[in-house]
């Protein structure tokens, strides 16, 4: 399996799908492989596991190849089968780096792969760069408070990416893979684990991830009762709202109203950051909106570092006359 195309080290991609659909953190991950390859000066391949594959492998830009590890005991997600296809593929290609999603799937599989393949492995990644031939990732703990480099002893390294850290690209990106099918070896005949059923959620609510504007609140809302207030401006604005974990702990909003760390992640074009101080673990999930305001009582909070605007006033303040304003000019 002799690489075609650029030398040196390769990075390999675990790649994510599910029912035929790349999920995003495996873009997120192709971008973050072709930086390590240009500094690396080697080639990006990415691996997709499942059955019939060619609708995933085409929706794949970016990296040199896309080996797709086709098989029926593939067609569904058990990490013991999916890593004992991973392990010979990794051991024949030498990659310098794997990358996984920090993800379900990608912990699963990680702790699988490191100790077959007696690998080092860094989790909870938010940067990865080669200093000459040495990986470098920069992982976060206890939510962003804490940032901690790792230096990888040995190759292969693998390094969970948080979701997020990188922002996928828009539209094609070269190079056009090379599509690969390759009939994984060494499954194992009696896995211990097997798939029951997928249970897909009830869609009860509106879906934050997928909106183009968000009004986000905050503690500094102060009461329950003021969030009609901030609901007529979502409305007013075209937006949808949603909120920090303090306020859905506390019931004001459900959870699938929740951005952060433990909640979702938003990339929407708008984000109205309404009584929001900024701690890391809400800002982790909307920091790479394109354009973010923020009003706040307190000119140090935090969310002013990443905002684009910024008010310091009291939410009540602002709200009554803004929503009038936008109402006005959208014709009440």
């Given amino acids: 399996m002799t690489p075609e195309g650029p030398g040196g080290a390769r990075v390999l991609v675990l790649g994510e799908q599910l029912a035929g659909v790349c999920a995003d953190i495996t873009f997120e991950m192709l971008a973050c492989a072709r930086e390590l390859a240009a ?16 609708q995933v492998a085409g929706q794949v830009t970016g990296a040199h190849r896309v080996i797709c590890l086709e098989a029926p005991a593939l067609a569904e997600f058990v990490p013991e089968v999916y890593s004992s296809a991973l392990v010979p593929l990794v051991r024949d290609l030498s990659p310098q780096i794997v990358l996984a999603g920090n993800t379900t799937v990608g912990m699963d599989l990680a702790g699988h792969l490191a100790l077959a393949l ?20 920069t992982s976060q703990l206890y939510g962003g408070k804490l940032l901690v480099e790792s230096a990888a002893a040995k190759a292969p390294a693998i390094a969970l990416l948080l979701p997020g850290s990188y922002r996928a690209p828009v539209g094609a990106v070269e190079p056009k893979p090379r599509v690969e099918r390759i009939a994984p070896t060494g499954l194992p005949s009696a896995p211990r684990t097997r798939f029951e059923r997928y249970v897909r959620p009830e869609v009860s609510d509106v879906d934050i991830t997928k909106q183009q504007a968000l009004v986000g609140v905050g503690r500094g809302m102060g009461q329950r009762e ?7 401006l979502a409305q007013a604005l075209g937006a ?5 974990r303090p306020v859905i702990d506390q019931g004001w909003l459900a959870k699938t109203r929740q951005v952060g760390r433990s909640g979702q992640t938003v990339k929407p074009k708008l984000y109205v950051a309404l009584g929001i101080s900024g701690a890391p673990e809400h800002t982790e999930g909307m920091k790479d909106s394109e354009l973010i305001v923020a009003v706040n009582t307190d000119p140090g909070a935090p969310i ?18 803004l929503t009038e304003r936008l109402r006005a000019a959208r014709g009440g």
Avoid at 227 to 232: F, K, M, S, T, Y
């Fill in 226 to 232: 003021n969030l009609p207030a901030a609901e007529g």
């Fill in 304 to 321: 002013f570092d990443i905002a684009h605007y910024g008010a310091v006033m009291d939410v009540s303040d602002l709200i009554p006359p």
């Fill in 39 to 54: 500094s690396l000066g080697g080639e990006v391949v990415c691996a997709l596991l499942g059955e019939q594959l060619q």
């Fill in 240 to 244: 949808v709202l949603c909120g920090s």
């Fill in 118 to 137: 007696d690998a080092p492995i860094v989790a909870s990644c938010r940067s990865i760069r080669a200093e000459g031939t040495t990986i470098v990732a």
